[in-house]
């Protein structure tokens, strides 16, 4: 294993200037170590033609400024009585950026967790779409209900509609909305909410997913377009404001910005042949539908009801899609980790904080920079992809939230029907 170093230096610089004399400078730099340590391949151009793993164990870590634009600023104050120049204002004048500005982030150590869930679970889910392309089982199982709501479809709309224009009290034919309150048309547009929100999101989106697997079935039906390298990819971003001034007589170098941390993780692997089952023949559209022994269990969970409701809180549906996933084709497998902390920062020329504002001319081009750090390292699994974790956590999508809280009215709403009658 060798390593390699490279020292980089990077500047920054100001100057202020003013008409009565006053001025300041400064020349700032920072010099940082880039280092790359790994492993040689020989050979690898050879070992990858042969369908070999030519991956090594790799790590670095990379600095860049990726932005960095001086700051042209000015603060002009009126005068009551002219200088001895004959001028009738205080002027200064700033161009650069202050001396954090070639600054880096202060390391912390990175959590991977969360981007290697993420990461991990999407890798099995590619592995599984060059297997099948659609979970035919679970489109059987719920084809009742898929066909009750083409029958009758938006129901939740055209019952709200009806019962809104539904009279309490009926005088000779006469539709009388008027006594209707204000509470029950409330609970009438909540009820017709709640339930369309639940016909898109549990029978609409499924349906069109349904339709969009059949048709590329049909198409890898006579035809594979099966991938020989799969990845899966997570990441969990961070950040941290930042506020600064840098004061001076008059004008101020105000700084915006912050810290921004993103870990990402990416698996990567090839995939050998995944079937024996010829194009064109039923075995072949059996495996694409789904129809395998591999494919039982996941199926059985997202047939009981409101099995997607523990997902929400228990990744039970991941993990044994993850568990039933048939890994016997891949090849190699590596797994690759990256985490960039980048100091992110806009400034801006202003009046001095506490002085008066009154008769104050200011012009500008903002400044800003962008200071990049990476940090990485590669890893080959010699031991096949590592096994899906089971993760207990809160709902953390907006639409999860918005399918229990129309669940959850739906219920309230059949408990007080049953209760009624």
Request: with cysteine.
């Amino acid at each position: 294993m060798s390593t390699k170093t490279r020292k980089s230096t990077y500047y920054s610089r100001f100057s202020l200037t003013s008409n009565f004399g006053y001025s300041d400078q400064s020349i700032s730099s920072t010099s940082v170590d880039e280092t790359r340590t790994g492993v040689a391949m020989p050979k690898w151009k050879s070992v990858i033609k042969a369908g070999g793993n030519a991956t090594t164990p790799l790590s670095g870590t990379r600095y860049r400024q990726l932005a960095y634009t001086e700051l042209i600023g000015s603060v002009k104050i009126d005068r009551a009585t002219p200088r001895p120049n004959g001028d009738m204002f205080d002027l200064e004048r700033y161009v650069g950026c202050p001396d954090w500005a070639v600054t880096w982030p202060t390391p912390v150590q990175p959590d991977f967790s969360e981007a290697d869930y993420q990461a991990l679970s999407r890798l099995y889910k590619a592995i599984r779409a060059q297997q099948r392309q659609m979970t035919g089982g679970v489109t059987l199982g719920e084809l009742r209900e898929t066909i009750q709501f083409m029958r009758r479809p938006l129901r939740g709309i055209v019952d709200g509609l009806d019962k809104y224009f539904q009279t309490i009290v009926t005088r000779r034919g006469k539709v009388r909305l008027k006594d209707r309150t204000n509470s029950q048309k409330r609970k009438i547009l909540t009820d017709m909410v709640s339930d369309t929100w639940l016909e898109s999101s549990l029978a609409i989106q499924p349906l069109l997913a349904d339709v969009k697997a059949i048709a590329e079935t049909v198409a890898r039906f006579q035809v594979d377009n099966r991938q020989h390298k799969v990845r899966g990819y997570g990441s969990k971003e961070e950040f941290v404001p930042v506020i600064a001034n840098t004061k001076h007589l008059y004008l101020n170098v105000r700084t915006d910005g912050g810290v921004r941390r993103n870990a990402e993780v990416i698996y990567q692997a090839a995939l050998g042949k995944t079937t024996d089952a010829p194009f064109g023949t039923m075995a072949r559209l059996a495996e694409l539908s789904g129809f395998t022994l591999n494919n039982f269990v996941p199926t059985l969970w997202e047939l009981i009801p409101y099995s997607f409701l523990v997902d929400y809180f228990i990744n039970i549906g991941e993990g044994l899609e993850a568990m039933c996933t048939d890994t016997s084709s891949v090849l190699w497998c590596k797994r690759t980790e990256r985490f960039n902390e980048a100091f992110i920062a806009k400034f801006t020329a202003q009046l001095e904080p506490g002085g008066n504002p009154a008769f104050v001319h200011t012009t500008q081009q903002e400044g800003s920079v962008t200071n990049l750090r990476t940090r990485m390292a590669r890893t080959p699994l010699l031991n096949g992809i590592p096994v899906l974790p089971l993760r207990v956590s809160l709902p953390g999508s907006a639409n999860q939230a918005l399918n229990m809280i129309a669940l959850v009215n739906s219920r309230n709403k059949a408990t007080m029907s049953a209760l009624r009658y």
